[in-house]
C-alpha cells in the first residue's frame, strides 16, 4: 500500500522534487469569493432555496449579490472577519471589478470566471498611482510649471471620476427610495393587527 504524499514533502532527508519554481496563488480575498459563490451554489442546489442570496450570474463571468443584507449577515461571517457589505465593495474595486449592472449589485472581472479558478492568479491588485506632493516638493525651479501641470491634470481626472462615482450612487439612492416607497404603498394596504 503506498501513501500519497504532497508535492514536496521530506522524504528521508530530501524532497519528493529535487526543485520547483516558486507559483504565485491567488489572494486569499478572491479564492474565499470564489469559494463563497460555488459553495452557495452547491447549498442552493442541494437545498431547493428560494430565495438565492448571492450567485454567478446566468453567463458564469460574473456574480451577483442579489440580498445584500442576507449576505452582510449570513455569508461575509463565515468567509471574512466582518459582515460589512461596504468593505467587501471596496475590495472587489481594488481588484479591478465592475458593476455590470446599474440596478442591482453585478460584478465582473475577465478573469473572474465560473469554473476557471485557475485564472485567479491573474488577478492582481490596483496599483495606485504615486502621489504627485512628494514629487512637486522636489521639483526644480524650471520643472514646477510641468509638476504643476501635471498634479492638476491628475486633479481633474480623479475629480471627473469622482463625479461619475457619485451620478451613479445619487442614480442608485433614487431607486432605493422609489423601491422604498412602493413597498411602504404594499404594506399600507394591510391592516395592523394589535
Same mark, same amino acid.
Given at each position: 500500500m503506498s501513501m500519497a504524499r504532497e508535492p514536496n514533502q521530506v522524504i528521508g532527508g530530501s524532497t519528493s522534487h529535487q526543485s520547483t519554481p516558486r507559483t504565485r496563488s491567488p489572494a486569499p480575498f478572491l479564492c474565499k469569493t470564489y469559494d463563497l459563490l460555488e459553495e452557495e451554489e452547491?447549498?442552493?442546489?442541494?437545498? /431547493?432555496?428560494?430565495? /438565492?442570496?448571492? !450567485? +454567478?450570474?446566468?453567463?458564469?463571468?460574473?456574480?451577483?449579490? +442579489?440580498?445584500p443584507e442576507d449576505f452582510s449577515q449570513f455569508i461575509l461571517p463565515r468567509y471574512f472577519k466582518h459582515n460589512n457589505f461596504s468593505s467587501f465593495i471596496r475590495q472587489l474595486n481594488t481588484y479591478g471589478f465592475k458593476k455590470?449592472?446599474?440596478? /442591482? +449589485?453585478?460584478?465582473?472581472?475577465e478573469k473572474f470566471q465560473k469554473g476557471r479558478r485557475q485564472?485567479?492568479?491573474e488577478i492582481t491588485r490596483k496599483k495606485?498611482?504615486? !502621489?504627485?506632493?512628494?514629487?512637486f516638493?522636489?521639483?526644480s525651479t524650471k520643472d514646477k510649471a510641468t509638476a504643476v501641470d501635471k498634479t492638476k491634470?491628475?486633479?481633474?481626472?480623479?475629480?471627473?471620476?469622482?463625479?461619475?462615482?457619485?451620478?451613479q450612487l445619487l442614480t442608485e439612492i433614487a431607486h432605493f427610495k422609489a423601491l422604498?416607497?412602493?413597498?411602504?404603498?404594499?404594506? !399600507?394596504?394591510?391592516p395592523i393587527h394589535r
Open positions: 452547491a447549498f442552493d442546489h442541494e437545498s /431547493r432555496r428560494c430565495k /438565492r442570496i448571492v !450567485s +454567478w450570474n446566468s453567463e458564469g463571468n460574473g456574480f451577483g449579490v +442579489w440580498c455590470s449592472a446599474s440596478d /442591482r +449589485w453585478e460584478f465582473q472581472h485564472l485567479l492568479v495606485c498611482e504615486p !502621489s504627485v506632493f512628494p514629487a516638493l522636489q521639483a491634470h491628475l486633479l481633474l481626472r480623479e475629480n471627473e471620476t469622482l463625479k461619475k462615482e457619485k451620478s422604498e416607497t412602493k413597498l411602504l404603498e404594499c404594506l !399600507s394596504q394591510f
